[in-house]
Structure formats: C-alpha cells, structure tokens
C-alpha cells in the first residue's frame, strides 16, 4: 500500500481512525451537530499525527543499546507506507522539519531563549540544505543559491544561539564585556 497511489483520507475517515485510538477530539454539538467536516481534515490529520507520535514514544525504549532498533523499526514501517517515491519522501521530511521548527519556536514568545532559537535555527538549516538540494537536482539554480542562502543564514543563527547560552551560563565574554575590554 502506497500514500501516493490512494485518495486521501476523509474527515470522517481520520475521526474515526482517532476514535479507534480513543482519541478523537470532543467537538462542540452546536458548531459541529453533524460531526467533523471535511475543513475539519487537516486538524483532525493533526490530533492523528501527534496520537501516533505520543504512541510511537511510549513504546520506543530508552536505552542507548536498544532504542536505534525501535527506530528502525517504525521507520521501516514508514518506508513501507510511503512506498518508492523519493519526491514524496523529502516533502514529508520537509513538512516533518517545518512542524518541528514551529514547535521549537514557541510561536506565542515574544523571544526566544537562546538554545531554543539556536535549534529553531539547526532545523531551519535542515529545511533549506534539503530545499537547495532539490533544486540542484531539478537544475534550477538560483533556487538553489537562495535555498543555501537560507541555510548559511541559520547557520549563523545557530552559532550566535550556542554563543548567546554560553555567554548566560558564564562560559563566554557577551558583547558587552568585549566592549569594556
């Protein structure tokens, strides 16, 4: 079975995929009397994806030796799903990383504390060298010098993130003591 070659799951089908799960989300009878809608379809994939990563974490062992295997196995799992199509792949990585960068982000702080924006920073970098890739392959190349701009400039983030957490910790003179000196 292969996600590209089936249609794409229903509202209905993903809410009752999260009621087997015992899962779904409570919706309000008086905004939604009939049940979830199909503009309910990218939430509901949403509560689907976070119950199967909350499932993949509590069954995933936490010892060095033993928790590459669990991996592996749901990533075997994964690659049988999403079958030979290495395009699909990378966007679900890509869409993968861009959900995670959201998350590291905080997206309510008005500031980020600096090992958060630093890994903000490494995932943003992720996004752009996959991103520069694909354009590589694809031969366009100014999409690609603008993807590795992306990259160049979160890797700087992630630098001046590191710097910025020692500099709180006491490893390492800020900008200010460097100007007193």
């Known amino acids: ?3 590209s070659s089936e249609r794409p799951a229903s509202a209905e089908q993903i809410y009752a995929a999260l009621a087997a799960l015992a899962a779904e989300p409570v919706a309000d009878p008086e905004k939604r009397p009939e049940g ?3 503009e ?3 939430h509901l994939l949403g509560s689907l994806l976070a119950k199967t ?3 993949i974490t509590a069954a995933t062992r936490l010892t060095e030796e033993e928790e590459i295997e669990d991996v592996l196995e749901t990533l075997l799992g994964w690659g049988e799903q999403l ?3 290495p395009g699909l792949a990378v966007n679900v990585l890509t869409n993968r990383l861009q959900r995670t960068a959201l998350q590291v982000s905080e997206p309510e702080a008005e500031e980020l504390p600096p090992g958060r924006e630093a890994a903000f920073a490494a995932v943003m970098t992720a996004v752009y060298a996959l991103s520069a890739q694909l354009h590589a392959e694809r031969g366009d190349t100014e999409a690609t010098r603008r993807a590795l701009s992306g990259a160049e400039e979160a890797l700087i983030d992630i630098l001046q ?3 910025d957490l020692r500099v709180a910790i006491g490893d ?3 900008q200010e003591d460097k100007a007193d000196s």
Do not use: K
């Open 53 to 55: 990563e909350l499932e």
């Open 36 to 38: 979830p809608q199909e």
């Open 1 to 3: 079975m292969s996600i």
């Open 172 to 174: 390492a003179a800020g």
């Open 161 to 163: 993130g590191m710097h």
């Open 83 to 85: 079958g030979a199509a």
């Open 40 to 42: 309910d379809r990218l």
